[in-house]
C-alpha cells in the first residue's frame, strides 16, 4: 500500500515538475530500563541503587618455571581445570553474562605451557610421539568409561 502511494506521489510530481521528497517517519526510540538482580532475602533500601555486576578478574599467567616444579598429575589437573574455565567462559558469553575476556588468552597460554612442559618430560624419558599420542588416547577412553 505504500509503494502505491508513494508512486501516485512520483506520478503528481512529475506532471507539476518538482522533485519528489521521500516521506520518513520519526525515528523510534526503545526505553532501557535496568534489571537489578538480587540473592535470596536482600532487599533494596530506600534511594540506593544496586551495583552492576562488575566483570570477573583476570587471570593470571603461571611461569613455566613454576609448573616445572608441579608433578605431572598436578599439571594434568591444572589443565582439565582450564578447559573447564574455559567452557563456563563460554557459556557465560553465549548467554550474555559479564566476562572478561582477555583470560581466554591467558587460559590458553598456560594450557600450551603446561603441555609442553609434560612433552618436554616424555622426551627427556624418550617417549616418541606415536606412543605419546596412543597413551593419550588410551587414558580418555578410559576416563570416557567411567
Not at 25 to 32: D, K, Y
Not at 68 to 78: C, G, H, I, N, Q
Not at 100 to 122: G, P
Amino acid at each position: 500500500m505504500a509503494t502505491m502511494a508513494a508512486k501516485q506521489l512520483s506520478a503528481r510530481a512529475a506532471v507539476r515538475g518538482a522533485p519528489v521528497r521521500a516521506r520518513r517517519s520519526a525515528p523510534v526510540t526503545i526505553s532501557r530500563r535496568s534489571v537489578v538482580v538480587r540473592a535470596e532475602g536482600e532487599d533494596a533500601k530506600e534511594g540506593e541503587e544496586a551495583e552492576a555486576p562488575s566483570r570477573p578478574e583476570t587471570l593470571p599467567v603461571p611461569s613455566a618455571a613454576d609448573l616445572r616444579s608441579k608433578s605431572d598429575d598436578e599439571l594434568t589437573a591444572m589443565i582439565e581445570d582450564a578447559n573447564r574455565t574455559q567452557l563456563q567462559m563460554r557459556f557465560a558469553r553465549s548467554l550474555r553474562q559479564p566476562f572478561n575476556a582477555s583470560n581466554f588468552s591467558k587460559l590458553r597460554k598456560s594450557i600450551a605451557i603446561a603441555k609442553t612442559i609434560m612433552r618436554e618430560r616424555e622426551i627427556e624419558q624418550g617417549i616418541k610421539p606415536r606412543a605419546s599420542r596412543a597413551a593419550k588416547r588410551k587414558a580418555q577412553r578410559a576416563n570416557l568409561m567411567i
